[in-house]
Nanobody, 123 residues
Framework: DVQLQASGGGLVQAGGSLRLSCTAP????????IGWFRQAPGKEREGVVC????????YWADSVKGRFTISSDNAKNTVYLQMNNLKPEDTAVYYC????????????????WGQGTEVTVSS
């Protein structure tokens, strides 16, 4: 059973930065769509960024455009979410996911999930 591992969350002041990591021992992200999602208390899970497995086409949530970036280290089989200029509204549990659908940012279409890492941004 594939289990992704998300890490790097924490408590940060508004304007600060965090880098989240997503890895999956024994699992290759090749040929899978990759997504970072988040869920704030009392809210629906939402897509932050999703990348196509086919052509690298990327979807960004409007709320994070220009502040967050995504990258990967193939040698480490790790995907990163760099979050800059964090705002209190970014507070949520962040999840990484991989899916067989070519390109979607609908969380229910993703097959494999990490346990989530909590990000808290204080004002």
């Amino acid at each position: 059973d594939v289990q992704l591992q998300a890490s790097g969350g924490g408590l940060v002041q508004a304007g600060g930065s965090l880098r989240l990591s997503c890895t999956a021992p024994g699992f290759s992200f090749d040929n899978y769509a990759i997504g970072w999602f988040r869920q704030a208390p009392g809210k629906e899970r939402e897509g932050v960024v999703c990348i196509s497995s086919v052509d690298g086409n990327t979807y960004w949530a409007d709320s994070v455009k220009g502040r967050f970036t995504i990258s990967s280290d193939n040698a480490k089989n790790t995907v990163y979410l760099q979050m800059n200029n964090l705002k209190p509204e970014d507070t949520a549990v962040y999840y990484c996911a991989a899916g067989t659908a070519q390109f979607t940012c609908v969380w229910s279409m993703y097959n494999y999930w990490g346990q989530g890492t909590e990000v808290t941004v204080s004002s």
